[in-house]
């Protein structure tokens, strides 16, 4: 069978980072840096992206290429027992990418009624309310009962697309990519530019850009940094296995991640640019805040409506806001789509594009819940878990896996294999993948479970929502995460006794390596 391939380097280059950029480089970023002393924290992330962040995906990418599987394989080709590590990953994709879509969904909706900000100039109060109303949310677990049909309407929309873009794997990834990496970063330089004419641009750049060395002292400062950088390059999502594994093997590895991690910095700090320099020209620098998602939906829509007295040019530049925070997040579902679906495709040897619709139309089934006025308040629910507790876990363990239950120099190999001018030193390496990774997630995943104990969060009581909606929303997803590879094997064992195929269970070393997209 022959694995599909990216058309060229630059088409892989350009698909990881339109993966990792995404939403969070828009107001996650920005909103940490002013959280924790601008430059300081800019430092720190640059610390935890090189420490952390790159080796996490060049290991990512490196598995991926080696083995020419998704996450689950990946893992199992390092050691028998880790496939289960893989699923983890794969259930982290397919509860984001559930949840995600309805994310884009509302993105879209504010595109599509941009037009409105023209009217509300000057009214800070209306436009803050603006998108609450949109989503008729109730801001509760209550209110299932009540469905939106605007958000449905973009719902559809936005699955459509995403289907549309992966219909074809890697082929058609290729082609879309183009435009959804450099349309936002053209839209970023427009706003950018806007920005540095307004008058207090200067104190927005000196929030963003002067350290304030003394919030270095503040651990959450760290966990803020390393978080943010795990969650931007898109690792321990099952993504970067998988667009590895349509990698040739003339591929540089090396070379490739520092460009993806770099890229995805550069354009956390272009967002950072605009974000700091408008809300400084409208009064509102004090204002940016890393509170989830809502800051691009209430906060924003403030500053908008401040822009100028002239209100055809806010509503202009609520539409290439809006549009560019749809470009910035249309790759990056589409992306996690695609890693959940080369996983399964790759275990149960099925076809792929029937896999992804399939994916595709039962994520957009479940997403449904999240387009009821209890959206809102499910949807912080289920990010909360899934970005502070699973996805971290399953970075240490995939750490675990590579540094402990396997052998980090043939990693490296595959690393460095046609690297040229630049190659992976095995000292960092080895100490990131071995040391820091896994004890610097683990630690913020402590960190995460001891500040949800001490709010009195077990209880549901942390963040204000139901028990129920935390046990349910919460602790079971998470617990099926944590089970999920157990489920998959008995379904494989079931198929395979029914005959249907025989399972690959090679191990890295008993899988040829190959100069094209070929399995042999
Ligand atoms: N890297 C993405 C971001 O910064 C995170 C993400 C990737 C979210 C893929 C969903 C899907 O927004």
Redesign the pocket.
Known sequence: MKRETWASRSTFILAAIG???????AW?FPGLAAKHGGGAFLLVYLIAMLAVGVPLLMLEIAVGRRIRQGTPGAMRAMNRKAEAVGWIAVSNAVI??IY?AVVFAWVILMFVVSHKFAGLTGNSEAASKLWLGLIQTTGTTEGFGTFCWPVFGCFIVAWISAFWCIRNGAQSVGKVVKYTVSLPVICLLILAIRGFTMPAAGAGLAKLFIPDWSALSNSALWVDAIGQIF????VA?A?MVAYGSFLDRKSNIAVDSLIIAFSDLAISVLAGIVMFTTMAGVGMLDSISASGISTAFIIYPQAIVNLTNVPWINAAFAYIFYFCLITLAID??F??VEGASTAISDKFHLNKRRTTLSLCIISAVLGLVFCTAAGLALLDIVDNFVNSYTLLLTGVLEAIVAGWCFKTSKILDEINHNADRFRMPAWWFNISIKYVAPIALFGIFVWNIITLFAGGGIYGAADGYSLASNLICGWALMGLSLISGGIVKLIARARVNKGGYKEDLRSWDEIPETEEGELK
């Open positions: 993966s990792a950029v995404g939403l969070g480089n996650r984001i990418e995600y969650y931007s390059l898109s999502m993504i990056s579902l992306s996690i």
